[in-house]
């Protein structure tokens, strides 16, 4: 029987990965402690890992694929063929920033100006070749953790993963530079993409998912409408595309079908109600395809 080895992101992402799948279709089942996980999809055998180790066990073969932020796919220059990026993160649907940080009062204000300092990060081989683009020299130490607070006091600047900059603030931090945005991605073991059963696989997971972003944030709305209404309905309403529009049995009437931005349905509603619109449904997506 043929079986997809696939690692998912253990940490930070573990919850919002999860919860994607699940949007997906996918049920995913971990125990509190225990590394490996469970789905309802025969096919796939899971395991979790830190996203640090995912891309270069992926590309050992180890795995078929995983899931790993293009940061650390970057910082291990692992071999892998990327399936499709995910627009998704800890605390919402945006990428992550890496950032150069240093303390408020320090006299760094550009990359030039890290020259024979000392830089803590997790993405030693990252800031290295950003201190390269530039051509300074500097140290760069490898942090196991807490870096923000090394920052001024052990350390010169930090480089490191930010998603809204609260945390760099809350140390008194400010941000000198991006040296890149970064979003998960589902990759795979170029061999593993050479298998025609695991490559349709990994495709199909890949448009389930990215149809689960998609629906992020929007919903679906139907009503009834007077045929003489209709024109000013549709002029009001905003589509992905033109909005389905169905004979009723009632001739006079027709059953008009969207799908909109959730955050302005409750502007839109009430408006549709005023043009005559009756039995008006929002309901919820779980994926757009």
């Given amino acids: ?11 930070s992402l573990q919850e919002s990965t999860s919860a994607l799948f699940q949007r997906a279709g996918f049920q995913i089942y971990t125990g509190e402690r225990n590394y490996n996980f ?27 694929a995983g899931i790993s ?11 892998v063929r990327e399936v499709c990026e995910l627009s998704y993160s800890k605390q919402g649907f945006r990428p992550v920033k890496v950032v150069l940080a240093v303390p408020q009062n320090s006299k760094i204000k ?12 997790e993405l030693v081989n990252l800031t290295t070749d950003y201190l390269k683009k530039y051509k300074v020299s500097a140290k760069v130490e490898f942090s196991y953790g807490a870096t923000e607070i090394k920052a001024g006091m052990l ?22 530079d991006v040296l890149m945005e970064s979003a998960p991605k589902l990759i795979a073991n170029k ?46 309403l905003p589509a992905m595309k033109k909005p389905t529009v169905s004979p009723l049995t009632d001739k006079k009437w027709v059953a008009i079908e969207i799908i909109i931005d959730k955050k302005i349905a409750k502007r839109l509603i009430p408006e549709l109600k005023r043009c005559g619109a009756q039995g008006i449904v929002e309901y919820p997506l779980n994926k757009v395809i």
Avoid: C
């Fill in 1 to 11: 029987m043929n079986k997809l080895k696939l690692t998912l992101p253990k940490g």
């Fill in 38 to 64: 469970i789905t309802d999809d025969p096919d796939i055998e899971g395991v979790l890992l830190r996203a640090q180790e995912i891309p270069k066990y992926v590309e050992m073969g180890t795995f078929d």
């Fill in 69 to 79: 932020g293009n940061d650390w796919i970057t910082e291990n220059r692992a071999k």
């Fill in 110 to 121: 550009k990359p030039k100006d890290l020259q024979g300092k000392i830089i803590a990060t």
């Fill in 155 to 176: 350390v010169d600047a930090i480089v490191e993963i930010t998603e809204t900059g609260s945390t760099l603030f809350s140390h008194n931090l400010r941000i000198v």
């Fill in 191 to 236: 061999k593993s993409w050479q298998d025609k059963w695991k490559r349709e696989k990994l495709e199909n997971i890949a448009l389930l998912l990215k149809g689960a972003l998609d629906a992020e944030g929007k919903a679906g709305l139907k009503m009834n409408v007077e045929a003489k209404q209709l024109e000013n309905i549709i002029k009001i």
